[in-house]
């Protein structure tokens, strides 16, 4: 990118922090062929249709089976401590680890997990974590604490500082588990001219050992059969994000799904599930 559209962009950055000093702009998203209200280069969430008290899993396709007990805790005893889940069919078959609400404001990739919880796979194994950063998904907040973000702190570190630590132990549970795929749930909200669009994207950084996937959802990308608007693919992922350091360290596929905050949270949370479903799906999971 050009150092001037960066300047440019971190000058629009500091308008839309100072409250009442940008003008909401319709902008033209050609990605989506739609028109979007936005304050500087932020979208403007239209107003929440759904609660997270409100939300039930058999709205969104799923069976229900009641609250779940957490199957562990990572980084227990600390106040980012954060529970994560096991879905298990009971059923030989492969793992999938999801996880979610790793920055807080991006409310539909958790509010999807926390449905997700309702899931039960016909084979294989789903590790949820539903809130990566729980102190951002109670704080409705990108980061983990002041300006720490989870998503640029990987592969962590055990001495580090609140996120760091927290990294470490996310990077750990997913090598431990060892995952067929991650599918790592986002969203997105900016709209620069000249730079990748994250909305309605599928991040991957290289598709080695999800090949086929890969060009099954390329597929249902062409045949716009995924989501409420069809889904693209953007590469790579940001580095010493977990999509960043998986896939080049670790070696284990990873997508990171980004719906876009400018339209409804009902329709996010139903594109966020139903990208999990066809993945579980291809697996023969679901
Ligand atoms: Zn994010």
Redesign the pocket.
Known sequence: MKKTTHILSLLLSLLIILPGQAEVKNIYIPDLDQSFPFAGIRVQEPPDDVTMESLDASDYGLLVMGEKEPHYYLEKGQDTQTPVYLLDSGKPGPDVYILAG??GD?RA?WYAAHVLQGLVPIAGRVFLLPRANILGCQAVN?HVKASQDL?RAYPGNQKGDESQRLAHAIYQDILRVNPVLVLDL???AVFTQGRDFLGNKLIFTNFTGMEELFFDLLTAYEEATLGRKPFGFVSPGEKDSLNDVLSNQGGIPIL?V?TFRGFPLSHRIQDQVDIVLHCLRFYGMY
């Open positions: 790793t920055h991006e990739g990108r998503n986002h969203e997105a990171t980004e």
